[in-house]
């Protein structure tokens, strides 16, 4: 399952489709970047999916968009150490850093 729509996001609070619809076999890929640690991956790890934030996404977005702009490939690592610094100091629980190991 990938999930993309802004549902979810800070803004917009909750989930798209009910999570009692996700199996332990699915994996599940939510979009959303900010906050990292959604009510959908929360309520799919419950239920035994694996699972991936929307960080990635927004990092490599940033990365190939400052290629396109300047011509110039950035430092796509520090790009995400630095994504990851801003997130967590946004202080609320709902933007903690999950585990970002594979499941």
Not at 7 to 20: L, N, Y
Not at 45 to 68: N, S
Not at 69 to 96: C, N, Q, W, Y
């Amino acid at each position: 399952m990938i999930h993309a729509t802004p549902m979810g996001m800070a803004a917009h609070p909750g989930v798209a489709f009910d999570p009692s619809l996700l199996r332990p076999e699915m994996w599940l890929a939510d979009i959303v970047y900010f906050p990292l640690e959604t009510e959908l991956l929360r309520a799919a790890r419950a239920r035994g999916c694996r699972t991936l934030d929307g960080g990635g996404m927004m990092v490599w977005q940033a990365v190939g968009a400052f290629e396109q702009f300047t011509g110039i490939r950035p430092d796509a690592a520090r790009m995400e150490t630095h994504f990851l610094k801003m997130v967590s100091r946004a202080g609320s629980a709902d933007t903690r850093i999950p585990d970002r190991s594979p499941r």
